[in-house]
């Protein structure tokens, strides 16, 4: 089996991928930017490619049109980069990594959320600019904040990072109370289920964790902001389609909130009208990084390798399959026999 490979892979696991077959290593990062269609589509026929792994790069319909390629792995917790719709009729398995960056978006949100709380960013360039120029009680006096331990913290959606975030928060003393209508039971009986009315009325901090879809567009509007307490902090590090732009705008300029930790944008790089939320003092914005650390390259890889070596050796669907409705249309079986571990 050849397998060409966009996705950013460490020695280790791509070794571990060699065990089984010719691996072409691509890796999107090297050019800087995502590999086009047409340049997806120049190397499974310059490879022969059976099997294609993407973090970033676009996969649309016209890339399941070569005949070699018998399935799909996306470094992503959700495939929004591939047409699944299009692989699903041409019998292509997709496979993704849910939860990749659950720990590191886990971490940046307490991070962030630390340091708003304690004034860190604005301490920091107060002394810098060399204004510690009165007492030496003037710092304790003009910064002084509060501690994260006991706070009420809302998430909007319960998932992988939602989970890891939660359990991250426990040893601080946090109450968690959550939204997310497609859990039956609670993971957790110390996590609280609520309406999401509740979650922002009652939170100190609100953080999202949703993906875009149809359902979850816009879903933050201007009558959920308004719910929050004016001491409430805003986190946003999952999506900003999620939220819309304009009420977040206005409740952190006539400061009906606190503040909002922003690392996710409408366009990326951002427009003005993201500048202009990225502007505001009481905004901490980030360059949409809190999933990004080496570490997150490790954890997507060692994943697609162990749903790929179930699948290439048994040729049933995993956990971590996509579209399960490919298989009643399966284009190419794989190759027997192969082990990734």
């Given at each position: 089996?050849?397998?060409?490979?966009?996705?950013?892979?460490?020695?280790?696991?791509?070794?571990?991928?060699?065990?089984?077959?010719?691996v072409?290593?691509?890796?999107?990062?090297a050019?800087?930017r995502?590999?086009?269609?047409e340049?997806?589509?120049?190397?499974?026929?310059?490879?022969?490619?059976?099997?294609?792994i993407?973090?970033?790069?676009?996969?649309?319909?016209?890339?399941?049109?070569?005949?070699?390629l018998?399935?799909?792995?996306?470094?992503?917790?959700?495939?929004?980069?591939v047409d699944?719709?299009?692989?699903?009729?041409?019998?292509?398995?997709?496979?993704?990594?849910?939860?990749?960056?659950a720990?590191?978006v886990?971490?940046y949100?307490?991070?962030?959320?630390?340091?708003m709380?304690?004034?860190?960013?604005?301490?920091?360039?107060?002394?810098?600019?060399?204004?510690?120029?009165?007492?030496?009680?003037?710092?304790?006096?003009?910064?002084?904040g509060?501690?994260?331990?006991?706070?009420?913290?809302?998430?909007v959606?319960?998932?992988g990072?939602g989970?890891?975030?939660?359990a991250?928060?426990?040893?601080?003393?946090?109450?968690i109370?959550?939204?997310d209508p497609?859990?039956?039971?609670?993971?957790d009986?110390?996590?609280?289920p609520?309406?999401?009315?509740e979650?922002?009325?009652?939170?100190?901090?609100?953080?999202?964790?949703?993906?875009?879809?149809?359902?979850?567009?816009?879903?933050?509007d201007?009558?959920?902001l308004?719910?929050?307490?004016k001491?409430?902090?805003?986190?946003?590090?999952?999506?900003?389609?999620?939220?819309e732009?304009?009420?977040?705008?206005?409740a952190?300029?006539?400061?009906?909130?606190?503040?909002?930790?922003?690392?996710?944008?409408?366009?990326?790089?951002?427009?003005e009208?993201?500048?202009?939320?990225?502007d505001?003092?009481?905004?901490?914005?980030?360059?949409?990084?809190?999933g990004n650390?080496f570490?997150?390259?490790r954890?997507?890889a060692?994943?697609?390798?162990?749903?790929?070596?179930?699948?290439?050796?048994?040729a049933?669907?995993?956990?971590?399959l996509?579209?399960?409705?490919?298989?009643?249309?399966l284009?190419?079986?794989?190759?027997a026999?192969?082990?990734l571990?």
């Amino acid at each position: 089996m050849i397998l060409l490979v966009t996705a950013p892979f460490f020695e280790e696991e791509l070794e571990r991928l060699r065990r089984f077959g010719d691996v072409a290593y691509r890796p999107w990062k090297a050019n800087g930017r995502a590999h086009t269609a047409e340049e997806l589509i120049a190397m499974l026929h310059e490879t022969g490619a059976q099997g294609l792994i993407v973090e970033h790069d676009p996969v649309p319909a016209e890339v399941f049109a070569v005949d070699s390629l018998q399935w799909v792995g996306v470094c992503r917790g959700t495939p929004s980069n591939v047409d699944v719709a299009a692989a699903t009729r041409h019998g292509v398995p997709v496979f993704r990594t849910p939860a990749r960056n659950a720990q590191a978006v886990a971490e940046y949100v307490i991070g962030e959320v630390i340091a708003m709380l304690r004034h860190i960013p604005e301490s920091r360039a107060w002394l810098r600019e060399r204004r510690w120029t009165d007492s030496s009680h003037a710092s304790y006096l003009q910064f002084r904040g509060s501690e994260l331990s006991g706070k009420t913290i809302g998430l909007v959606g319960l998932g992988g990072v939602g989970r890891r975030l939660a359990a991250l928060l426990r040893p601080f003393g946090c109450r968690i109370q959550y939204f997310d209508p497609h859990l039956e039971a609670s993971p957790d009986p110390g996590y609280a289920p609520v309406a999401l009315e509740e979650l922002f009325a009652t939170s100190d901090i609100v953080s999202v964790h949703l993906p875009v879809t149809k359902e979850t567009q816009g879903m933050i509007d201007g009558r959920l902001l308004g719910l929050m307490k004016k001491d409430a902090i805003f986190v946003n590090s999952a999506r900003a389609a999620v939220v819309e732009r304009t009420a977040l705008l206005a409740a952190l300029k006539e400061r009906s909130i606190a503040g909002a930790i922003v690392d996710v944008y409408y366009a990326e790089p951002p427009d003005e009208r993201d500048y202009e939320l990225v502007d505001l003092p009481n905004v901490q914005a980030t360059p949409h990084l809190a999933g990004n650390t080496f570490e997150v390259d490790r954890y997507h890889a060692r994943m697609m390798l162990d749903a790929l070596s179930e699948w290439l050796q048994r040729a049933v669907g995993t956990e971590l399959l996509y579209n399960p409705e490919a298989l009643a249309r399966l284009r190419g079986r794989p190759e027997a026999g192969g082990s990734l571990v």
